[in-house]
């Protein structure tokens, strides 16, 4: 007796470039709105001045086109806000495991502290969001318990001053999909407002 092992159907974008470049640009932009997706979370990879990796979670605020870019917002006084002024190399990695999707960026960043980008970001942040700005002691610094650097609720506007916008401008994409046929990887090179895409040995 024998048994036909039935495997799930593989997704149009699987062996097609053109359809994976689509689902990454979906995936990122959907990532930006919807914060149940793992695209909500990027680990956002900074370099230190002594040469060392550095990764954190950040939230995925928006998207730009031509360039691609993607934004997220900080502490001016934060350990990697400093890292960027030394050396603007950046990555991001992203796993999502319900649809076996791994995306690593390689950025080009840079952080803002002005202009109509800042001041469009801070005017639709939330006044929660809004008082992790506000606090006097910065980020990083070392403190005698949890809690006992507390916002204070009622001058939550103060924080716009250490209110900066990272943004994150792709230079490479790879992609990986991981399917029991076999993986698909990709690799996407940045040509001029283009991607240039190959497959890659997974
Ligand atoms: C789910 C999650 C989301 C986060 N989002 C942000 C964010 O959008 N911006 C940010 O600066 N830090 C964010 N953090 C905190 C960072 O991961 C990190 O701890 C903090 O920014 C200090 O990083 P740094 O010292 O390397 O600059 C987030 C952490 C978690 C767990």
């Known amino acids: 007796m024998s048994f036909t092992v039935e495997k799930p159907p593989l997704p149009a974008f699987y062996d097609d470039l053109d359809l994976t470049l689509d689902e990454i640009l979906h995936r990122l932009r959907d990532g930006a709105r919807n914060r149940h997706s793992a695209f909500h979370t990027p680990a956002v990879a900074t370099v230190t001045p002594q040469g060392a990796p550095d990764v954190r979670t950040m939230v995925l605020r928006g998207v730009d086109n031509a360039p691609l870019r993607l934004r997220f917002h900080t502490d001016k ?27 690593r960026l390689a950025c080009d960043m840079t952080l803002l502290d002005d202009g109509e980008t800042v001041e469009r970001a801070w005017a639709q942040t939330r006044p929660m969001s809004r008082a992790c700005y506000q606090t006097e002691t910065a980020p990083g610094t070392e403190i005698p318990a949890p809690g006992a650097v507390v916002p204070d609720t009622a001058r939550i506007d103060e924080g716009r001053s250490n209110f900066a916008v ?20 990709a690799r996407f090179e940045r040509d001029g407002t283009h991607w240039t895409g190959c497959w890659l040995a997974p």
């Open 166 to 185: 990272l943004m994150a401008e792709i230079t490479t994409m790879e992609w990986l999909y991981l399917a029991a046929r076999g993986h698909a990887r």
């Open 77 to 103: 006084r934060t350990g990697k806000a400093y890292q960027l002024s030394q050396n603007p190399l950046g990555f991001c990695e992203i796993y999502d495991s319900n649809c076996k999707i791994q995306l």
